[in-house]
């Protein structure tokens, strides 16, 4: 058989792009490993109608809701694989599976590489986080920690000044920030220590201080930090997909990539990460799959049609 659309990845970009299909009446395959970025975190916030709901109940409502249409199925699988062209393209997956779809979206999600800093995974997702919008609130008015540099950390500081003014930097090395800017954030009051993170030490998930190789502590009841991302998975790479310089994958404003048929869309397509916005992607991308599928069913010749 050979899928209208193969969608790889079940995070909110997938799950909606596979709602909007699954209600133009197109037959989609959402193969999806489960290992969404946020896993691990207890709760997705800023969600209209969802929020504070955790990721899991979010997907099961997800898929609940999708099982209303009966040509939209899911797979627990990891493609591996992706050969072919726009009209047929082959999906491989690690279980030894393949799949033919007409058009395939790219839902993959980012992954974090390994965090090197001593302690931060114990904290990550329970005290650590990346956005403020998304877990600014829960921390508001607590004394912050931010690991970041150079720019960034002007950019970092201004932006969560407005959820506490308890706010320090650890620029973990050379600070890499100009005259200009070190005097701006010593005016707002921001410390600044630039010597190297020794560890993160917390309770339960909690952080409790920053620990520098200097012997300096720094007590905190959060942290904010960059992590360092990839693609969710090298298929897009595979497919000869233009990737950015910060490794999204490179799109039209319907998720439409420059290899004809392929989409891609949510994280793994956007310099924004969060799932509202994610699945507004995933939404849209739907639209575009939709809309080209219907096209070229109206200009087959009338007797060549399924
Ligand atoms: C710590 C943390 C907290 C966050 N908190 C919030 C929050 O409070 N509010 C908010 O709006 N956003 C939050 N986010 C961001 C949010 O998680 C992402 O924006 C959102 O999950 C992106 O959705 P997505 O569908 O693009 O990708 P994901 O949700 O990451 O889903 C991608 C899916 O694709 C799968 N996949 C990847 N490669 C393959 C493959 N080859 N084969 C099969 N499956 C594959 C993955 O396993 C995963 O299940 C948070 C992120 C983190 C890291």
């Keep these: 058989m050979t899928h209208d659309c193969a969608i790889i990845g079940g ?113 990550y997702g329970k005290s650590a986080f990346i956005c403020p919008y998304c877990d600014g609130w829960e921390l508001r008015e607590q004394p912050l920690v931010l690991i970041v540099k150079g720019a960034d950390a002007l950019h970092m500081a201004k932006m969560i000044s407005g959820w506490t003014n308890h706010l320090t930097i650890c620029t973990n090395g050379p600070d ?9 954030l010593n005016q707002h009051n921001v410390s600044i220590f630039d010597s190297p993170i020794f560890s993160i030490e917390s309770n339960e998930g909690m952080v409790q201080d920053v620990v520098l190789e200097d012997s300096t502590k720094i007590s905190c009841n959060g942290l904010f930090f960059r992590p360092k991302l990839v693609t969710g998975s090298d298929l897009p790479q595979q497919i000869g997909c233009e990737i950015t310089e910060t490794g999204t994958v490179i799109v039209d404003h319907f998720g439409k990539t420059n290899v004809p048929g392929i989409y891609s869309a949510g994280d793994a397509a956007s310099q924004l990460h969060q799932a509202i916005i994610a699945a507004s992607l995933g939404s849209l991308a ?9 096209e070229e069913a109206w200009n087959k010749p009338q007797s060549g049609k399924e």
């Design 176 to 184: 890499e920030l100009t005259d200009a800017q070190r005097e701006e």
């Design 11 to 123: 995070g909110p970009a997938g799950l909606n792009a596979a709602l909007v299909l699954g209600r133009a009446r197109k037959n989609v395959v959402v193969i999806d490993e489960g290992r969404p970025r946020n896993g691990v975190t207890r709760h997705t916030h800023g969600f209209l109608t969802r929020d504070h709901i955790s990721p899991s109940e979010f997907r099961r409502i997800a898929k609940e809701e999708i099982s209303s249409y009966p040509s939209v199925y899911f797979e627990e699988d990891t493609a591996v694989s992706i050969t072919g062209t726009d009209g047929d393209f082959q999906i491989t997956t690690s279980q030894g599976k393949s799949y033919r779809s007409k058009k395939v979206l790219f839902a993959i999600g980012m992954k974090d590489l390994p965090l090197d800093i001593k302690g931060l995974a114990d904290v």
């Design 286 to 294: 739907g639209v575009g799959i939709n809309n080209e599928l219907n």
